[in-house]
């Protein structure tokens, strides 16, 4: 099992930045990919980016050029670097863990972390 701990969400005004981080706990060895979604007041929660356990990234059109997720090589800690935010990334930011040992493949959540981007 893993669990997820997200920080660093807060208010900031339209074109400043963000750092959002995750840490993770439990079999973190178990762990493939990682990624950031998020979930704004209304909408469906969607992808924002992705690391795979190789190091290949995925970024939604929406943020690609402005936001850049990295990750620690013992894969405890995911980071979502935000930069030139826009009102309209406004939203709870949660980690995920794409996890799979002999038992069980499933994605593991935080509890999320807000972000409001003042215009």
């Known amino acids: 099992q893993v669990q997820l701990v997200e920080s660093g969400g807060g208010l900031v005004e339209a074109g400043g930045s963000l750092r959002l981080s995750c840490v993770a706990s439990g079999t973190v060895s178990n762990i493939n990919a990682m990624g950031w979604y998020r979930q704004a007041p209304g909408k469906k929660r969607e992808i924002v980016a992705g690391?795979?356990?190789?190091?290949?990234?995925y970024y939604a059109d929406s943020v690609k050029d402005r936001f850049t997720i990295s990750r620690d090589n013992a894969k405890t800690t995911v980071w979502l670097q935000m930069n030139s935010l826009k009102a309209e990334d406004t939203a709870v930011y949660y980690c995920?863990?794409?996890?799979?040992?002999?038992?069980?493949?499933?994605?593991?959540w935080g509890q999320g972390t807000r972000v409001t981007v003042s215009s």
């Open positions: 690391i795979t356990d190789g190091g290949s990234t």
């Open positions: 995920n863990a794409d996890y799979q040992d002999a038992l069980e493949l499933r994605d593991y």
